[in-house]
């Protein structure tokens, strides 16, 4: 069980000038600015839950989970994680718990992966049975067995974030931290991992924190969503609900010749170049296949196509609605 | 124990994939010493001897320097290369494993190449040792371990303070070279010979002297009182503060995450 | 000119930056000088007519080398150049329309005036105010001064041009460091004991090699230990080994960069 309460933390930091007179100034005396990284964070997340934390770049989404992993004190709140605050029992914590941060590895670069494995059990104090089975499981399920006497070096990365997964699991830990674990991925890792989480979760109930920038991942994953933004959580809730909130909003992608198509209410331009018509469109007004409809009558079209909005234009609609 | 084991291991099978960096990185290392073992040699050769030190003795001093410093340098490359690992993110995964965090950075990153370093030490004990004119009973045998040993562990809590340093700066870091590199750089000599000031500060401030310079009157004979024997052990209080300064540095991370 | 102009600057204020490293570095350089100089002082008063230069030369010597350390120590700089040639950056590096050669000595030159700026000024002035014995003196004359800053560019420049091919080395090595040309260059250009500390016949050899062209030559002129037409003669050596040396690195530079073509970097 996870729960945090009226998370704060506010950083301190350092103006970069550009510039050689102001560099020089810089060298006498500095300014600051403050961020509020996390305004009041709270949720609850319960055992064998599956919960992904998305949000865009800089909004808070690392600072937590650096704070429920232990790295970090937040400057006021409470984080109570099965009992514990994590950064006062660090060790007991943390042996409960697996992370992985994707853009760093823990493995040692120069020795084959099996190395790293055998030092992190010994690390973990894993008993030398349980260590064989999950080893045996996670080779398995995450298809590494014949990469295991390579060195970490030679992996190709999605070869190497299996490795890493598997190395963050070897003490079999009640919950599973994934700091944006598939960022450059291929297709075919980005498969395996997901359905090896999948059935992490199902089968030994382990409780997973995922971060990710990949609409995607949250779809095929996870059916509770935390969505983070500057520093708030501004929804709580399932796929569906985020939708409800800012995914009906659909993108046009027009190209037509001549003259360019009128718009009417619903639509807005995004980018308008010659030929060329970005619109973004408010289906609660205008309904798709009108607007089609509506833009073909008047224009020459050459190509049409819609999408859905992004993770990013989603927290982009819900910072527009919470006016922050 | 058992752990820093295999911790020895892994880091030994990950160096030895890079033999030819290996091998020029263990002579550069030696060359350092060398070059330093070298200025000395041509210094004494020219005035014979200085603040009543002749060369063999001051070779005694100089070998006991290297071998302390070579020793935390190598075994304890973890925290001499703190500032990377800060910013490379490889201390948080420090933080997310259930051991002594001290123990792990400690047993992250040790540097084999230094034994460059040791080698030349070695070398220069077996010149020292038989030509210092010292008579080696018991006492003074012990004595040469306590200034190697604990001379060690006072530069192991200087690289301590360098990375705990590093939790507030990692520009500024430099000046902490005057006293971990200028240590080994300036040790060559018994710390008398830069006058009472410098002596008085290595005693009492930074107690490089109480594993160098007293220990060594000991051993040539010039103080009795087994006071001077047993100052390297009294430096290892040292050890405190640099233990308390870490841990303060460490609380200040974890409160700005930088 | 003016690409070599724009990196420079760039790196100039890049180097600027470093406020802290740079209090902390001249820190580090006032203690070192006034160790050194201490131990001198034990080693005059133990045997004043072994000394073989004045004493206040040696002073003026440490201090000019702490000042200028950025300028004149053979370590510590061209990381970047490395990093290109280990990581196989260089391969964009070469797309650039700049020869590569140049740009790299020019990186390292403004890295290091950049370093010495900050930290010379400060260093030299403790150093003309201390007591005796540790102050510096001034030049005996206006044209010895003249000469030590002719001099000093020179041994800044043979000094680049001498970590031109460590740098290269690592072509071969695929290093990130390599001391071996550090240390020896240190020993042999006077960092660690001025070379008329050396015995007799080890100083004649190396008074002639390209090391005696580093620090050696500047600080011995200002301090007076070199004079006349010594320093005529020893600046005139300083060309003849700065040509060597820049064109010895630029052949191999070109030699190099054959191979990384075609093995494909």
Redesign the interface.
Known sequence: MIALQNINKIFRVAKRQAGFGRAVKALFSREYEFVHALNDISFTIANGEMVGYIGPNGAGKSTTIKIMCGILTPDSGVCDINGRTPWRDRVAHVREIGVVFGQRSQLWWDVPVIDSFELIRDIYKVEDRLYKTNLDELTALLGIFEILKTPARSLSLGQRMRCEIAASLLHSPQILFLDEPMIGLDAVSKIAVRQFIKKLNRERGTTVILTTHDMQDIEALTERILLIGKGQILLDGGLDELKRHAGQRRTLIIEYNGDAPEIREGMSVNEAKEGRLVITLDPAIMAVSDAIAHIAANTELNDVSVSGASVEEMVAALYREYRI | MQLYINYFAINLKSQMQYKVAFFLLTLGNFLTSFVTLAGVWFMLSRFNEVEGFTFSQIMLCFASMLMAFSLAEGLARGFDTFPRMLGNGEFDRVLVRPRGIVFQVLASKMEFSRLGRLVQSVAVFCYAIPNSGVIWTWDKTLTLCLMVLCGSLIFFGLFVVYAAFSFFTVEGLEFMNILTDGGREFGRYPFSVYGRGVLKFLTYVIPLALFQYYPLLYLLGREQSKLYMAMPVIALIFLIPCYLFFRFGLRRYKSTGS | MKEYRALF?IKF?GG??????????L??QF??GF?EI??F???YR??PA?F?MEFSQTVSYIWIQQAFLALFATWGVGGDAVESIINGNIAYDLARPMNLYDRWFCEAAATRVARAT?RCFPVLILAFVLPEPFRMSLPASAAQFGMFIVSAVLGFLVVCAYCMLDYMSSFY????????F???G??MSGQ??PLP???RP?QAIAEWLPFASMQNAPLRIYSGNIAGMDAVGCIALQFFWLAILLVLGKALMRRSLRRVVTQGG
């Open positions: 600057r204020i600027l930056q470093y406020r802290a490293a740079a209090l902390a570095g820190t580090t203690a070192w160790m201490l131990a002082v034990a080693f133990a045997n072994a073989p900050l090595t695929m290093t990130r460091i390599n001391l071996v550090a240390m020896i240190d020993f660690i004991i500390f050396f015995p080890f």
